[in-house]
């Protein structure tokens, strides 16, 4: 089985896309492959306004397919594996991480490129580059909980649950396996019926905020309050408010 990447479009503009290569939800040549096609035609869909990325099984991710690579002979595929968590950081619309289980090594920097994480009780997270002698995360997650606790996880190479993934800033929330993908999904509702506009300008300045000097930051937001301001969608948040009902956005 080459593994699959189902997606199921949800109302209100929300994407679910489930990574289902057994055991573990590898990403394989393959699976790569699926994921940059798949991405590149959210980016595409001005429809869509927010996505879930969860894993079937009992995984979420453990990273690239090192059985497949070594079976091949051609080693693993980084470059392919690089190539689609750029994509996924870089995707319009925010991302939802719903880990619901084993988030290993690559499979932690895919998390680690969506705009939120929440986690399944059952989930575990192990940088595992030190256990195979590579190296993974070591941008990403020393700036989302700090070089002292991102240490601890990347040169030990050790498990860490999901309590601890919550109370060091890894994730934000952690539900019942059994309601994980409600949750996930409620949280992606409640983004998507946002002004998407604003919605995407504020992870533009969001995803640079700790690379930019406070002048630089002024003058990131100087140029995306203005068209901001001009939006349609502005002029329908203030209608709503004044006539005290909900706004309908329409990205324009």
């Known amino acids: 089985m080459a593994g699959a990447l189902h997606g199921r479009r949800i109302e209100g503009g929300v994407v679910l896309l489930e990574l289902d290569n057994p055991p ?66 870089d995707l319009r619309v925010p991302v939802i991480a719903a880990i619901n289980g084993h988030c290993v090594g690559g499979g932690l920097e895919l998390a680690l490129c969506c705009d939120l994480r929440i986690a399944s009780t059952e989930a575990r997270f192990v940088c595992a580059g030190v256990n195979m002698g590579l190296m993974a995360s070591t941008y990403r997650l020393p700036r989302l909980i700090g070089v002292a606790l991102a240490k601890a996880m990347l040169l030990t190479g050790l498990p860490h649950d999901a309590a601890t993934a919550e109370a060091w800033g890894l994730v934000t929330a952690v539900h019942p ?30 995803d640079r905020a700790l690379d930019m000097t406070p002048a630089e930051a002024q003058a990131a937001l100087a140029r995306e309050i203005g068209p901001l301001r ?20 329409a990205r324009r």
Do not use: W, Y
């Open 177 to 206: 396996a059994a309601d994980l993908e409600a949750a996930a999904l409620a949280l992606a509702s409640r983004i998507a019926s946002r002004a998407p506009l604003s919605v995407e300008a504020s992870k533009r300045i969001a």
């Open 24 to 89: 573990m939800n590898a990403m394989s040549r393959e699976m790569l492959a699926l994921a940059r096609s798949v991405l590149q035609e959210i980016e595409a869909d001005e429809t869509v306004r927010a996505v879930v990325l969860t894993g079937r099984g009992r995984a979420f991710c453990s990273g690239a397919d090192l059985k497949a690579a070594r079976d091949g002979g051609g080693g693993e595929d980084l470059g392919g594996f690089g190539e689609v968590v750029q994509l996924l950081a």
């Open 230 to 249: 001009r939006s349609q969608d502005h002029r329908e948040a203030v209608a709503a408010f004044v006539e005290k009902r909900q706004p309908v956005f």
